[in-house]
């Protein structure tokens, strides 16, 4: 544990802070499972590293079906227990209001073990705790303001419509915004009344752990809130197929979601949210009229997070009319947002998670070139210490290539030229994905049109990834079938329950 009164502000701040967490003494890196932190049943660990050095952070408990297994039976417990799920949702409301106020008092500490963890600069881990401390907030107040539903019956009867929790949650999320991703599953699945167990990547499992501590400190019952590090293909998949899960509530690959569609076909049918992939069109059209501030925008979509971003702008479509000169506009842009040490506040760009997504960044690179499109820059990796890939910017990309179809998960951008509105809407459409797109225009009539042709779960107008707790988020065709955020996101934890009663008149 760290000492969060002092702020950190500069690198030799962070870096001192980062020199303050002792990993073997003090902080857990166990699983949280029934109230206790214990180490996997079968005593295995698993190694998490700074990709921005290469040291080890900390051997973390790695766990399997057994730990699974003893956290669903401690889930199940806990909610037919009713502490938690039969309170009042004014309860509920203090105890994670509580549990906000606990994260917003060490996002120090939070963020930082993010940025360790996972290589993304220490300002943006900040914007997450942000961002994660808002979407509990905001899912704690809401929960005691929503009301059911009285049916339009006949005088002879009266048709409730209840909201009830699913029961037994299994949160199954990825690394790129570890905390964040965390609290948009688990901020509304709680609020709900359901029980939660959390699989954090095993890439960057640290700040769960530290969020179980504060959940205990919070009040939440015994039961309620648990947290399994451990592999996908073997802590993951046993929650995903145990009978005792009612929910799979998962942000990750496009290929996984499919996966744990297969498992909850193969075991109870349970309820599976898929927040997944994609591969976004940004959509800029030559009637733009500052092309300075678009191409600023355009560069950060898809160079922010270093490209490990779900909604990455990837794709960028521009009207042929204006497109070298814009791309030029890009290249400069991209010039200033070179990766850096993601301790130091000032980098916008940081190390890229592991080896495996190193290599694999790297590999798309290549067969870009391969498949003759025009590499503007970037393309190689920088030397060593650290795992770090500067912007790169591919032109005259089509949607024949890999490159432009395929998510790839790092800072390469794509490309395309069109000629007409159709076109453009076309290439848009032209995927597997409809996580988001942005579109960019002074031309309200254009911005409807094309808008609505859209095939996304979000659009941007004149801005990318503007947005905040109100609206939801996720996407269509093979980037998922749910939605986070915003009172929608309830829908997803909870189950309606229709009452008739039948009355003498
Ligand atoms: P991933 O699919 O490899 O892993 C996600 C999680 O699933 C991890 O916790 C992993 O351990 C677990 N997992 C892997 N195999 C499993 C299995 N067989 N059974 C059960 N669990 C399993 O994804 P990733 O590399 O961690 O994250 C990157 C992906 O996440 C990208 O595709 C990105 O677009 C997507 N993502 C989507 C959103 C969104 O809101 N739509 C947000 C962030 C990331």
């Given amino acids: 544990m760290t000492d969060n009164r002092r702020i950190p502000q500069t690198r030799d701040d962070w870096q001192a802070l980062a020199a303050s967490l002792n990993f073997e003494k003090g ?21 998490t590293t700074n990709p921005a050095t290469g040291e080890v952070l900390a051997e973390v408990a790695s766990c399997d079906a057994a730990d699974a297994e003893a956290a669903v039976a401690a889930a199940r417990r806990a909610f037919d227990g009713g502490a938690w799920s039969r309170l009042a949702p004014a309860g509920r409301k203090a105890v994670l209001l509580h549990l906000a106020d606990l994260m917003e008092q ?41 009301y059911g539903e009285v049916a339009p019956t ?3 009867a009266l048709g409730l419509v209840l909201r009830e929790p699913l029961g037994v949650v299994a949160s199954i999320v990825p690394w790129n915004f570890p905390l964040m991703m965390t609290a948009w599953k688990i901020a509304p699945a709680l609020a709900a009344g359901n029980s939660v167990i959390l699989k954090p990547s095993e890439k960057s499992p640290l700040s769960a752990l530290r969020l179980a501590s504060l959940a205990r400190e919070a009040g939440l019952p015994r039961g309620v809130f648990q947290v399994l590090p451990g592999f996908g293909h073997s802590v993951g998949k046993a929650l995903a197929l145990s009978m005792g899960v009612d929910c799979l509530a998962f942000t990750g690959s496009t290929g996984v ?21 994609g591969k976004s069109p940004n959509l ?22 270093q490209g490990e971003v779900c909604i990455a702008g990837s794709r960028l479509l521009v009207e042929n009319a204006i497109r070298e000169a814009f791309v030029e506009k890009v290249l400069a842009a991209a010039e200033r947002m070179q990766p850096g040490d993601p301790l130091d506040p000032a980098s916008f760009m940081g190390a890229i998670v592991d080896e495996t997504q190193h290599a694999r960044i790297l590999d798309y690179i290549r067969r870009g070139v391969e498949e003759g499109a025009s590499l503007r820059t970037g393309g190689r990796a920088l030397e060593g210490p650290g795992l770090f890939i500067p912007p790169t910017v591919f032109d005259g990309v089509t949607d024949a290539m890999a490159i432009g179809r395929e998510e790839i998960f790092g800072p390469v951008l794509a490309v395309f030229g069109f000629d007409s509105e159709e076109e453009a809407v076309r ?14 225009s002074q031309d309200i009539d254009r911005i409807m049109r094309v808008t609505r042709r859209l095939r996304s779960g979000q659009v941007f107008v004149n801005n990318w ?7 939801p988020f996720g996407g269509v065709k093979q980037s998922g079938n749910g939605r986070d955020k915003s009172h929608h996101s309830l829908e997803e934890y909870s189950d309606l329950k229709s009452v008739w009663m039948t009355l003498a008149t």
């Fill in 106 to 146: 060490h996002r120090h500490e939070l963020a930082l073990l993010d940025t360790l963890d996972m290589g993304k600069p220490v300002s943006s881990s900040l914007g997450d705790m942000a961002g994660a401390v808002g979407c509990l907030r905001h899912h704690a107040e809401s929960i005691d303001k929503l």
């Fill in 154 to 156: 006949g005088d002879d």
């Fill in 427 to 440: 290439l848009a459409n032209d995927s597997d994905y409809g996580l988001a797109a942005g579109l960019w």
């Fill in 257 to 277: 979601g499919k996966q744990l569609m297969q498992y909850a076909g193969q075991s109870n049918l349970k309820k599976v949210f898929l927040e997944c992939g």
């Fill in 465 to 471: 990834a503007d947005m905040d707790q109100t609206v």
């Fill in 284 to 305: 800029v059209f030559a009637d733009c009229k500052d092309l300075d501030r678009v191409a600023e925008h355009a560069a950060a979509a898809i160079f922010h997070n």
């Fill in 27 to 47: 902080f857990e890196t166990r699983a949280y499972i029934d109230d206790a932190f214990v180490d996997a049943a079968d005593g295995a660990t698993l190694t």
